[in-house]
């Protein structure tokens, strides 16, 4: 059995957990997983796979700090045999460089990606698009993805795949490199688990399984 952490310090990490939980017993895979909140260093040593959820990436780095989690979380994350997704500001924490970041931001540095904060300005807040995304995902020609003061990734490295560009803007909202995957919006909040089974599969079954 595997273990699936949700990095539990702030944000919508409950939906992941439920959403999580929900894929893996529809997935059917030889492969069971528990799915577990993670607040600590030995919660952390415990898990085969994280998910950093969205919430407000200056705040997460606070409270990492301040729990002595910023290091264990960086040695996780860095590490390329361990499966990572982030979400929102989970996107940004795992990030290398952040744009109209706070001063004193802490980013754990798994992905080789530049991360702007709040890109889509004032008017467009919050909104839910419908996306196609199945050039990876088979079948999933639309997926209503939820945008909340969200990020986009501005530069990518040489190693980063880009999964998806918003049509208008150009606007990069998912990418993956290795076993990391980032999404600047919050799949835990639409009604498809089909982005959770994605990873679950691509990512972490399919590392854990050979
Ligand atoms: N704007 C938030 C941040 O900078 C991210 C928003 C979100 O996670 N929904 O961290």
Known sequence: TLTVGVLALQGAFIEHVLFLRQAIAELNSELSANIIEVRTAKQLETCNALVIPGGESTVMSLIAERTDMLEPLRQFVQDPAKPVWGTCAGLIFIGSKVVNG?????????????????????????????????????????????????????????????????????????????????????????????FHKYFLEQYVLKTYST
């Open 102 to 194: 706070r001063k004193d931001q802490k980013l754990l540095n798994a992905m080789d990606i530049e991360v702007t904060r709040n890109a889509f300005g004032r008017q467009l807040d919050s909104k839910i698009v419908s996306l196609d995304f199945s050039s990876f995902i088979p079948g999933l020609t639309s997926f209503p993805a939820t945008f909340i003061r969200a990020p986009v990734v501005s530069e990518v490295g040489e190693n980063v795949e880009i999964l998806s560009k918003l049509e208008d803007s150009g606007f990069v909202v998912a990418v993956k490199q290795g076993n990391k995957l980032g999404t600047s919006f919050h799949p835990e909040l639409s009604e498809s688990n089909a």
